[in-house]
């Protein structure tokens, strides 16, 4: 998708993907627009160089499928955390982000009965979290 993006040149990207993944029934388009939103974020975030983890499992027992986006950039600082999902919300510089990334991306996960949520450390890095139920995917499509 952005493997060959000028952006990614001194990126190490790390997929670890289960393999035992049910199937679940999304919006291929829209969620596609939250994993380039998530992922042009993190490696701007990383400047010129770092990993970004690409991380899938299932949890059974809740019935889950877990996505994460990782990053090695500068991370979050505390006082941005809560309004990350704001719309027009951004720390980039005029012209380079509307701030609208992350609150559409908010939206579609919700629309898709999942959760998001953000976890940072300030010189560490970032951790996107993704939660998709499967029941409640596979069920969106008989309605």
Do not use: C, W
Not at 55 to 78: A, Q, S
Not at 86 to 95: L, Q
Not at 123 to 136: D, E, K
């Amino acid at each position: 998708m952005v493997k060959n993006q000028a952006l990614f040149h001194n990126i190490q990207i790390i997929k670890q993907f289960d393999r035992d993944l049910p199937m679940a029934v999304v919006d291929p388009s829209q969620m596609q627009q939250v994993f380039m939103n998530l992922i042009i974020n993190a490696v701007e975030a990383m400047q010129h160089s770092g990993q970004l983890i690409l991380k899938t499992y299932f949890n059974p027992f809740e019935e889950f499928i877990h996505i994460e986006v990782l990053d090695t950039g500068h991370g979050i600082p505390e006082e941005n955390m809560e309004k990350l999902f704001d719309p027009f919300f951004t720390t980039k510089e005029a012209g380079h982000g509307t701030g609208l990334g992350l609150a559409i991306s908010y939206g579609i996960i919700k629309e898709h009965k999942g959760a998001i949520s953000v976890e940072s450390k300030v010189g560490q890095g970032t951790t996107f979290h993704i939660r998709l139920p499967v029941r409640a995917v596979e069920e969106h499509v008989d309605e």
